[in-house]
């Protein structure tokens, strides 16, 4: 009977262990911006605070005001007194691959990109966060189109992580699953895969679905938490702590930068 009781209380507290362990899964927000009324030093007191790594993220491209080479060694220099953090290259719209050399992007920790921007066949430029920048003349027909677009930035773009993964522009994203069809998916995850681009797990816009996740994890595809703020108003990375859960994600499946300030 004691040894029963030992065994059982020791099991439990094995139990409890391995439970705390993956509550404590260590979080890195890879897709923090210093914009709005968010700076340098409320992001050192919010990562602290919140015991949650940042990656701080630069936005470059095409009528962005970080749009050339020679502007790079700056934007790296403002970031000399914090090296624990992380440093992102965040390329926009599709032009920014003939606009940066390949020395440009490896002075971040990692380049990311999402498919939010890009010319319909139609050759109208979409930002399909803003309702009156989307040409959505068929649903189904824009779908086709943006996974498409999503795999031809995979096969093309050097980036390390696809964010703001699976966006829908607001007059579709209440459909999500009926529009993310298991074949659209499984196009999306294969590129994904046979590139070794990570999946961002977006705070945020609460995407991709826990349907997407598990399929992409099943596949071998590593992931990234990022948030994407606006300002000082966001907190905890709640959604990605949510899928950790509920997809049993591990701390392999994640996609971790090398931090090249702090480690050489
Ligand atoms: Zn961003």
Not at 79 to 97: C, I, N, S, T
Request: charge should be neutral.
């Amino acid at each position: 009977m004691k040894t029963r009781i030992s065994f059982i209380i020791i099991s439990l507290s094995l139990f409890i262990m391995s439970c705390k362990e993956k509550e404590q899964l260590p979080i890195t927000d890879l897709h923090i911006h210093l914009k709005g009324d968010f700076s340098i030093d409320d992001a050192v007191k919010k990562s602290q605070a919140e015991n949650i790594k940042y990656g701080i993220a630069f936005n470059c491209g095409l009528k962005f005001p970080v749009h050339q080479d020679s502007q790079i060694d700056s934007v790296i220099l403002t970031m000399k007194d914090y090296p624990q953090f992380l440093l992102g290259m965040q390329a926009e719209g599709r032009e920014w691959v003939n606009m940066f050399s390949k020395e440009s992007m490896q002075k971040f920790d990692y380049v990311f990109t999402d498919a939010m921007t890009f010319t319909d066949e139609k050759g109208r430029r979409n930002r399909i966060w803003m309702k009156n920048e989307t040409w959505i003349d068929n649903e189904e027909e824009f779908m086709n189109y943006l996974v498409r677009t999503i795999v031809k930035i995979m096969n093309e773009e050097p980036i390390n992580i696809y964010v703001n993964p699976t966006f829908l522009p607001e007059q579709m994203a209440g459909r999500y699953d009926i529009f993310w069809t298991n074949e659209r998916m499984y196009k999306v995850i294969q590129a994904a895969k046979m590139n070794n681009i990570a999946i961002e797990i977006n705070n945020r816009y609460r995407i991709p679905s826990s349907e997407f996740i598990k399929r992409a994890r099943n596949a071998g595809v590593k992931f990234t938490v990022g948030t994407n703020n606006l300002d000082s108003n966001f907190s905890g990375a709640e959604y990605a702590r949510e899928m950790i859960k509920e997809c049993s994600l591990t701390e392999e499946d994640f996609y971790k930068p090398f931090n090249k300030r702090q480690n050489g």
